[in-house]
């Protein structure tokens, strides 16, 4: 398989799991909570783009805490010791 065919199948992927995620919130929380939990760095970049890309943008996710919106790691991580 050639680079060009993976990014097409990564692409249909991406797009099915920010449908998923925009369709539930729930799944969305659940989604980040997981990869928080067991995912590494790359993942939970990974994550987080998808999350954005579901609210429609970085733009549109940063309406409702623009503090989180500049500093989001830190934020994530300290709402999931929380709870």
Request: net charge neutral; hydrophobic share 35%.
């Amino acid at each position: 398989m050639t680079r060009k065919n993976i990014r097409a199948v990564s692409r249909g992927h991406d797009e099915t799991t920010v449908g998923s995620l925009r369709k539930d919130p729930k799944f969305a929380v659940e989604y980040l909570n997981a990869v928080l939990q067991d995912g590494d760095e790359q993942e939970l970049m990974v994550a987080m783009r998808r999350i954005a890309d579901a609210m429609g943008g970085v733009p549109n996710a940063c309406k409702q805490d623009q503090a989180e919106c500049y500093d989001p790691l830190p934020h994530a991580v300290e709402k999931k010791r929380q709870s």
